[in-house]
């Protein structure tokens, strides 16, 4: 079952829907807002996710409502580095990005190690990348 509430303390940005490769330069890493399927980005504070409608206070236009479908991307909070711990990034099918401490290949499915997330297991087939993150100073 689905839990009503989610902390989103950890979270920078959920990807609703496939960004295509047009719109993925209009996500700035530092702004809060939405990515609409019309490729517009609404710069504004995320509210509320209930019934399908995502809720957005913006300074320039007010509180608005966006229906689920015409949201690609829902940007919470600022891109940030990697925590120190961390050794590999792994990119998922989902648009999912973890900074993993470490992973291993467990039988038939994957064991990632998230400082923020904690230990969890996918499909091999859902990885689109692992990458080394290069030596710390």
């Known amino acids: ?14 990807v609703f829907q496939p960004i ?19 490729g517009d980005f609404v710069e504004g504070k ?3 996710f209930t019934e399908g409608v995502i809720s957005v206070n913006s300074t320039l236009f007010g509180r608005r409502e966006y ?13 940030k580095e990697p925590p120190a711990v961390a050794d ?7 648009g999912s990005r973890y900074h993993l401490r470490a ?20 499909q091999p087939q859902e990885l689109i990348e692992l990458k080394r993150i290069s030596a710390k100073e």
Do not use: H, M, Y
């Open 1 to 14: 079952q689905t839990p009503a509430r989610l902390s989103t303390v950890n979270v920078a940005r959920i």
């Open 67 to 79: 229906g689920i479908l015409d949201v690609l991307v829902l940007q919470l909070d600022k891109i």
């Open 20 to 38: 295509p490769e047009q719109f993925a330069a209009n996500i700035p890493d530092d702004v809060r807002g939405v990515l609409l399927k019309s």
């Open 103 to 122: 992973c291993r290949l467990e039988k038939d499915r994957l064991e990632f190690d998230d400082p923020t997330v904690g230990r969890f297991k996918v």
């Open 46 to 48: 995320f509210q509320s």
């Open 88 to 94: 590999f990034i792994a990119e998922l099918e989902d």
